[in-house]
């Protein structure tokens, strides 16, 4: 066996009637005729073309009777425009393709058609290119235009129209292929000896199949579908230094990807430095207040670093509140970008790009509640590992612009990156030595999730940008946390819990100025969301157990607790609070590095000086972090020689407690090999030897085992008490 397309060709641009792969007629839509070009093509050896001038003309490919289900398929459309340097300049006069239904052989044009503007003169790329998209009727938030009602399962019209700006002499707009492909589908390969070579010589490298869910360039990769690897017979693929990008296209959910599939015991796909690069939109949550950031006058919104771009499809949640702000929960409109945190609502995406009609806002009321907007699709590449009866070994590669990435325990994953990604459900899949970076996530929301188990994953180093958890853990029990490093996630900044920051619900609540003051200092930092537990207990504070909020800081170890971090940054609307009667409650931090949503009892065993992951815990869970680090201290002399009975002591730099002390060996070594590290602290080392010199200049004394900034103090006195 070896490579296979996964779809159905309906129609190969070959003749004006054909009668295979699917009969029908290729027409003109406008006026004009369609012709059988020769002169350009992208599969086979033709493809049906019109002389489009400066109205509105095209051609299209109705089928004599067969209608297709667009319900969970794609359509993959190829189009030309030859004379792009003439093409209008607006979006609604530019490019377009068309896709509808009830028409009927001879009749051209339907009356229910969308259509979806692609190119204008000025972005259209270099002429010599075939323009090659999926398209996803059912996707609303991409289409442009739609005239009629387009009956979603009974597609049979697929077009391509365009404007000039002038008169042409040939022909210049023309189709070739269409293809129908299923969510998740597009070419797989199985048998012995693959490689991605193989992929390209079946699609891109012979005329009569060139589907297009291949496309290379430069020695990249494009593909437009889903690559899969393997299926029920045995395969061996074996690849290293190849690159693949999966394009932006018109679809939703689940359409571009790869999946390996391991249901065969003889399975062995082995890939190294090799890249998978989707370059889809995210969707990210960005929440908003809507008191503070609705302005009704100009009928837009504030919503911070939003990261979108005019004509995007937005979903709008009132999170549960109350607000009416002129917008219904769980419905969709399209944004018209004003500036980086600023957006005007429309309710069509051809009003959202000519800024016309904007939705009638309304402010909330006073205290603002925290809806939000969410773009939508996520139309990143899943990267798919399915069964685990056979193996998958990525080494030195980079994976980045998913939106979930699924692995087996059949899956090992050794050193390289994974970057902007949405979800990890990374099972017991080995995953050692990777840079995981720039999570796509919302408040609260973990990048590997559920998770079981941190055992599997090992000497890896995260980066956070501040949003979200590294994990979900969902089982009890102790697990090991090796040689992992956490940068970016929230820390304590000096010594204290560092799995939530407790207080007394009573001599730690103030109601009269709406204070929190907690146990240690919190270092949180004005805006941070943290998340409120009870702790199981009953006292009722004015705040809801598990709930996420907002804070503003007055100290080191005070705060006020709002609704939205626009309220928390302008120190307003702060939450009444009550008094309790002396229990301990706790916040927690929504980008701490853990979150324990087990339900209960979880330890973590930090191994091999690897970071002390911060933990939020969850309803009725309770996180122990053990972390044992290897302290030494070295003394030695001008000729390199230990300095034997030297009396080490290590203290606290902000409050002179001890941390650990004892004397050096003959090689001029103390080692304190059982030491609990909990939170980074500053320290002091002092070396003290009686009747002993140190030299400044010549004498050294070095220091292993401590992550944390530290200063030398080198002393003649005698020894410590």
């Not at 270092?523 to 943290?530: E, L, N, Q, Y």
């Amino acid at each position: 066996m070896a490579v296979t397309f996964d779809g159905e060709r309906i129609a190969d641009a070959e003749v004006s009637n054909p009668t295979t792969p699917v009969p029908g007629l290729w027409e003109d839509v406008g006026g004009g005729a369609a012709t059988e070009e020769t002169d350009f093509f992208y599969q086979g050896s033709g493809s049906i073309s019109e002389q489009v001038k400066a109205a509105e003309f095209g051609i299209c490919f109705i089928p004599s009777a067969l209608t297709y289900d667009a319900g969970g398929y794609f359509f993959l459309l190829k189009g030309i425009v030859t004379t792009s340097g003439l093409l209008e300049t607006a979006r609604i006069n530019g490019q377009k393709f068309e896709i509808g239904s009830g028409a009927t052989a001879g009749s051209g044009k339907p009356t229910n058609y969308h259509q979806w503007y692609t190119y204008v003169q000025s972005t259209y790329p270099p002429t010599t290119s075939w323009i090659i998209h999926l398209f996803d009727v059912n996707e609303i938030g991409f289409i442009d235009n739609t005239n009629g009602t387009v009956s979603a399962s009974a597609i049979n019209y697929w077009g391509e129209v365009a404007t000039m700006t002038g008169n042409v002499k040939s022909q210049n707009v023309a189709m070739d292929a269409i293809e129908y492909i299923g969510v998740g589908k597009g070419l797989t390969w199985s048998g012995a000896n693959g490689e991605f070579a193989d992929f390209t010589d079946f699609d891109e490298g012979t005329t009569s199949n060139r589907y297009g869910i291949i496309t290379t360039k430069g020695g990249v990769l494009y593909v437009l579908g889903t690559l899969t690897i393997g299926s029920s017979t045995a395969t061996s693929f074996v690849d290293s230094n190849q690159k693949l990008i999966f394009p932006w296209t018109y679809v939703g959910e689940g359409a571009l990807g790869v999946t390996f599939d391991l249901q065969n015991a003889s399975t062995d796909i082995d890939l190294s430095v090799c890249s998978f690069t989707g370059n889809g939109q995210s969707s990210v949550k960005k929440f908003f207040d809507t008191y503070l950031q609705v302005d009704a006058g100009n009928d837009d919104i504030t919503v911070p670093f939003h990261g979108w771009e005019t004509g995007d499809y937005v979903e709008y949640s009132d999170e549960y509140g109350t607000h009416n702000i002129g917008l219904t929960d769980g419905s969709s409109y399209w944004v018209y970008v004003i500036d980086d945190s600023t957006v005007a609502i429309h309710s069509s995406r051809s009003n959202a790009f000519s800024d016309t009609s904007r939705v009638d806002l309304s402010i909330g009321a006073d205290p603002g509640e925290n809806h939000s907007l969410t773009r939508q699709p996520d139309n990143r590449i899943d990267f798919t590992v399915s069964d685990n009866d056979g193996s998958l070994d990525l080494a030195s590669c980079i994976i980045e612009g998913v939106r979930n990435m699924t692995l087996t325990s059949a899956c090992s994953i050794t050193s390289g990156f994974i970057q902007n990604i949405g979800n990890i459900d990374a099972s017991t899949a080995t995953i050692t030595g990777v840079s995981i970076s720039d999570a796509t996530l919302s408040e609260g929301v973990a990048l590997f999730s559920p998770l079981t188990t941190l055992s599997n994953i090992t000497e890896c180093e995260f980066t956070s940008d501040g949003y979200g958890h590294a994990f979900e853990l969902i089982s009890t029990g102790s697990t090991d946390s090796n040689a992992n490093e956490y940068s970016g996630y929230w820390t304590p900044t000096i010594s204290g819990d560092s799995y939530g920051w407790e207080f007394a619900t009573d001599t730690g609540v103030d109601d009269s100025t709406d204070i929190i003051t907690t146990n240690a200092a919190h270092g949180f930092a004005t805006g941070d969301a943290v998340y409120y537990n009870d702790e199981g207990g009953t006292d009722s504070i004015g705040l809801t157990d598990g709930y996420k909020y907002y804070v503003n800081v007055a100290s080191s170890t005070t705060f006020s607790v709002h609704n939205t971090r626009a309220a928390a940054v302008a120190g307003t609307q702060k939450i009444d609070l009550i008094d309790g009667y002396g229990e301990t409650h706790a916040v927690y931090s929504s980008n701490a590095t853990l979150y324990n949503n087990s339900g209960g009892s979880v330890t973590i065993n930090v191994l091999n000086d690897g970071d002390s992951p911060s933990v939020r815990n969850g309803t009725g869970a309770s996180t122990s972090v053990v972390n044992t680090k290897t302290l030494t201290v070295t003394c030695l002399n001008a000729s390199g020689n230990g300095i034997e009975n030297v009396r080490v002591r290590i203290e606290a730099l902000a409050d002179g407690s001890l941390i650990s002390e004892g004397y050096t060996n003959a090689s001029g070594v103390y080692q304190d090999t059982s030491y609990s590290f909990t939170v980074e602290v500053n320290v002091k080392i002092k070396a003290r030897l009686k009747g002993f010199k140190f030299n400044e200049a010549s004498d050294t004394i070095t220091a292993g085992g401590l992550s944390v900034p530290f200063t030398m103090i080198k002393d003649t006195a005698v020894d410590l008490p």
